[in-house]
């Protein structure tokens, strides 16, 4: 199981963009899916995007239009891009991988997260 760490966050105002990076410390080629999920306080975890092994992704309806997920097998590397940030989006995010693609959709079905990295969206 590769291990995840996440990096790129920071203080944007609204309606400006950040791009989270999630590298892997080894080949990601096999994995079946890599997510984002993201959590505000007082709210459970939520999937913001995934990319399965072959490039399509998936994206929650709250971010469709806004966010990019990018997946690079070369580098181990899934980017998401997030442009037209809301104070909504403020949040923790995190990323995760599902070896064998059948957990993703749901982060309650995952054992162990990573540090995250914090996106606040404020004035």
């Known amino acids: 199981q590769v291990q995840l760490v996440e990096s790129g966050g920071g203080l944007v105002p609204p309606g400006g963009s950040l791009r989270l990076s999630c590298a892997a410390s080894?080949?990601?080629?096999?994995?079946?899916?890599i997510g984002w999920y993201r959590q505000a306080p007082g709210n459970r975890r939520e999937l913001v995007a995934a990319?399965?092994?072959?490039?399509?992704?998936n994206y929650d309806d709250s971010v469709k239009g806004r966010f990019t997920i990018y997946r690079d097998n070369t580098k181990n590397t899934v980017d998401l891009q997030m442009n037209s940030l809301k104070p909504e989006d403020t949040a923790t995010y995190y990323c995760?991988?599902?070896?064998?693609?059948?957990?993703?959709?749901?982060?309650?079905?995952?054992?162990?997260w990573g540090q995250g990295t914090q996106v606040t969206v404020s004035s």
């Open positions: 990319i399965s092994s072959s490039g399509m992704p």
């Open positions: 080894g080949s990601i080629l096999n994995v079946k899916v």
């Open positions: 995760n991988a599902d070896q064998e693609g059948f957990i993703w959709y749901d982060p309650d079905n995952y054992d162990n």
